[in-house]
């Protein structure tokens, strides 16, 4: 069971103690974010369900329906909410193995952004030395690529955006790279920005609330993202380079945002989860 400050709490009193936290983050991501909040069962149901639904804001936002490899506590580590185990703080934990374990849901306008502005994030604890995708809207059959967030195998944070259109610009891509490391065996809060120009300067990543350095890479036949027909994958890119690790769920889960973070409000968000983790 979950156990925060020395105390133990049960599942139906989880819920309060959420509240701020979700709201909190209504208050920074605004209306048109989504949540992928599994590990809530009365909001996105049950982990032994063969999908669950992610959470909106508003009319303006997605309540996508995530479908996993396997179902959640069918996973080679069980998403088991009766186990301390499944829990940092009062938060759900979901592991990931690496070599299979993903979720998928549709494609949508929703999550094409072209030249216009998103935001990306996580919580996430990595062990290092493969390639981590967090988020995807990447495939490489017909030539689909949108974006890509991921840890790399140096532990490099990293987004990287695709232009499509093989007539003018065959893949071309912006992109920004972490100068330094994600540290490893410890829970790290990870985010991505963009501005929606057609520069890599204006892509910005952060770490544990504050804006990192990071090298821009501009290829000077991007002209802009396109709205393709792949499917948006969690924990892998393009049913290949597997997140390995763990991922934090409920109010804390990853979320896609139609807009450009400030620092004050990822700030703001790493303070207040951090807690509720106990990191």
Avoid at 262 to 272: F, G
């Amino acid at each position: 069971m979950p156990t925060l400050n020395g105390r133990t709490y049960q599942l139906n009193e989880l819920h309060q103690l959420w509240a701020s936290i979700y709201h909190n983050r209504q208050t920074q991501l605004g209306a048109t974010a989504t949540l992928v909040n599994f590990g809530d069962q009365p909001n996105a149901g049950f982990v032994n369900a063969t999908t669950f639904t992610g959470m909106m804001y508003s009319a303006t936002g997605l309540a996508p329906v995530w479908t996993p490899n396997v179902a959640l506590n069918a996973r080679a580590v069980p998403f088991d909410l009766t186990l301390a185990s499944n829990w940092q703080g009062i938060i759900p934990i979901l592991d990931h193995n690496g070599t299979s374990e993903r979720m998928t849901t549709p494609d949508a306008a929703y999550w094409s952004r072209a030249l216009t502005a998103a935001s990306w994030g996580a919580w996430v604890r990595i062990t290092g030395a493969t390639i981590d995708t967090i988020m995807a809207k990447f495939t490489t059959a017909g030539d689909l690529r949108e974006w890509r967030f991921w840890i790399t195998s140096a532990n490099k944070l990293q987004l990287i955006l695709s232009d499509e259109n093989d007539a003018g610009t065959p893949n071309a891509t912006l992109d920004t790279l972490q100068d330094g490391t994600i540290a490893t065996s410890t829970w790290n809060h990870v985010v991505a920005t963009y501005d929606g120009t057609a520069n890599a300067s204006g892509i910005d990543l952060y770490v544990n609330g504050a804006l990192i350095a990071s090298t821009d890479t501009d290829d000077v036949n991007f002209v802009s993202m396109r709205d393709t027909t792949s499917v948006v994958e969690l924990g892998t890119n393009n049913a290949g380079d597997y997140f390995v690790g763990r991922m934090a769920g409920g109010p804390c889960g990853p979320f896609f945002v139609q807009a450009q973070l400030t620092v004050a409000q990822i700030l703001n968000m790493y303070r207040l989860e951090r807690l509720a983790l106990g990191v």
